[in-house]
């Protein structure tokens, strides 16, 4: 099956700096990677995604790059500010077409990101 | 617009109690997953239902059973609970898959003591 390694598991920036965080995937058959930030207390909330026929894709503050042939795919975000302290997930599946996986998304570990001010 | 409602949002069992785990959608999501939160080992696929009426096994099966009740709700049943048990519990929805993206509850915490 997949696995998703996740890195750093933490990460310390200033507000305005900009943070990056890298996952590495197994399956070369996936092809759709979203990421997830979780807030203390709370459920998971998609903030972005990116499918294998996408090289990037930018949403404000927030970018994510993907490499299909290195089998990686990183999270930039930009200008960042205290409310973006959280635990940022990384994950991938299969699509439809998928067989055996259909239907699974593997999470990474999660990397918690704390903004200074 | 209520989401997942996970209940209970806490629980503390002894080794060897049952209990279930309720998740309600109400956003008329086809697929439902149960996940479990552990430091360190991000989230891990329990069980999970394409569609109303079928279940699978995901990563980390063993020791849970779950139910489809209907299209908005998924239970999961601790039927002896065991000290590795420990930890958050989420429920979340989709569209037709992951890919539609989830939509997850707040999570219950458990602990068996």
């Known amino acids: 099956g997949e696995n998703v390694e996740q890195h750093p598991s933490t990460l310390s920036v200033q507000e305005g700096d900009s943070a990056v965080i890298k996952c590495t995937y197994s399956?070369?058959?996936?092809?759709?990677f979203p990421w997830y930030k979780q807030e203390l207390g709370k459920g998971p909330q998609l903030i972005i995604d990116?499918?294998?026929?996408?090289g990037e894709k930018k949403d404000q503050r927030i970018a994510v790059t993907l490499n299909k042939t290195a089998k990686h795919f990183s999270l930039h975000i930009t200008e960042t500010q205290p409310e973006d302290s959280a635990v940022y997930f990384c994950?991938?599946?299969?699509?439809?077409?998928?067989?055996?996986?259909?239907?699974?998304?593997?999470f990474g570990q999660g990397t918690i990101l704390t903004v200074h001010p | 617009n209520a989401g997942v409602t996970q209940t209970p949002k806490f629980q503390v069992l002894k080794t060897g109690q049952s209990m279930t785990l309720q998740c309600a959608q109400d956003?008329?999501?086809?697929?439902m997953y149960w996940y479990r939160q552990d430091p360190g080992m991000g989230l891990r696929l329990i069980y999970y239902?394409?569609?109303?009426?079928?279940?699978d096994k995901g990563e980390v099966p063993n020791g849970y059973n779950v139910s489809r009740l209907n299209k908005r709700e998924f239970s999961l049943r601790l039927e002896s609970a065991a000290p590795s048990q420990t930890s958050v519990y989420f429920c979340?929805?989709?569209?037709?898959?992951?890919?539609?993206?989830?939509?997850f509850g707040s999570g219950t915490r458990l602990t068996v003591v």
């Open positions: 979340a929805s989709s569209v037709t898959g992951p890919w539609d993206g989830y939509t």
């Open positions: 399956d070369s058959a996936s092809n759709y």
């Open positions: 990116i499918r294998s026929n996408v």
């Open positions: 994950a991938a599946t299969r699509g439809r077409a998928g067989g055996t996986s259909y239907g699974k998304l593997t």
């Open positions: 956003m008329n999501h086809n697929s």
């Open positions: 239902s394409a569609s109303e009426g079928t279940t």
